[in-house]
């Protein structure tokens, strides 16, 4: 409703960005009370106690992927920031793997109720933001404006590689702009 009211001027996916910038924050400052030892048996409990992750995660204010995340490090006995197939990640973007099949149908309702976390949103976020890259070089082409791409100097084994590094920069607002960094947030 918000993002209809024209006196905001927002459109609907610069507001859903907000949202989930915020929520995202809030995450980030909350996710450590979260991993506790003490917090996360207890959301084991509850999830082998009956209730859904979805339910879990909505009472205490964890999105849906990030409480599947602590579940299965607990309840599995997995380590935070394992990556691979042994890593909880793996889990999340297969949870087919899973052997238990309740926890299995959890975690995929946790992941597809989820809009801010989660391999479905990663994938959709990397896809715009290489869109984004590809309008941005576009544009400078059109205005033929010089730069080397994120690839380009991958190849030069660059140690930083912005969306675009402009060899002769640009003046924008009084102020000297040397590189661009597309985020396409929204």
């Not at 042994?86 to 149908?105: F, I, M, Q, T």
């Not at 690839?151 to 675009?164: G, L």
Request: charged share 25%; with cysteine.
């Amino acid at each position: 409703a918000l993002a209809l009211d024209g006196a905001l001027g927002l459109s609907y996916e610069a507001l859903l960005s907000i949202c989930s910038q915020r929520l995202v924050a809030e995450t980030k400052a909350t996710m450590g009370r979260h991993r506790s030892a003490e917090a996360a048996a207890g959301y084991v409990r509850r999830f082998l106690g009956g209730q859904t992750l979805c339910s879990i995660s909505k009472d205490v204010g964890l999105p849906p992927t990030m409480l599947a995340r602590v579940v299965l490090e607990e309840h599995l006995g997995l380590r935070k920031g394992v990556k691979g197939k042994a890593g909880v990640g793996a889990l999340l973007k297969n949870p087919s793997a899973l052997e238990d099949p309740r926890l299995r149908r959890e975690v995929q309702a946790a992941v597809a109720a989820d809009v801010v976390y989660g391999p479905a949103v990663d994938v959709s976020r990397r896809m715009a933001g290489l869109e984004y890259e590809m309008v941005l070089q576009q544009e400078l082409r059109a205005r033929r404006i010089p730069f080397l791409s994120e690839n380009e100097m991958r190849v030069r084994a660059e140690a930083k590689t912005p969306d675009a590094l402009l060899p002769v920069p640009l003046l924008v607002r009084g102020r000297q702009v040397h590189w661009i960094d597309s985020k396409a947030t929204f």
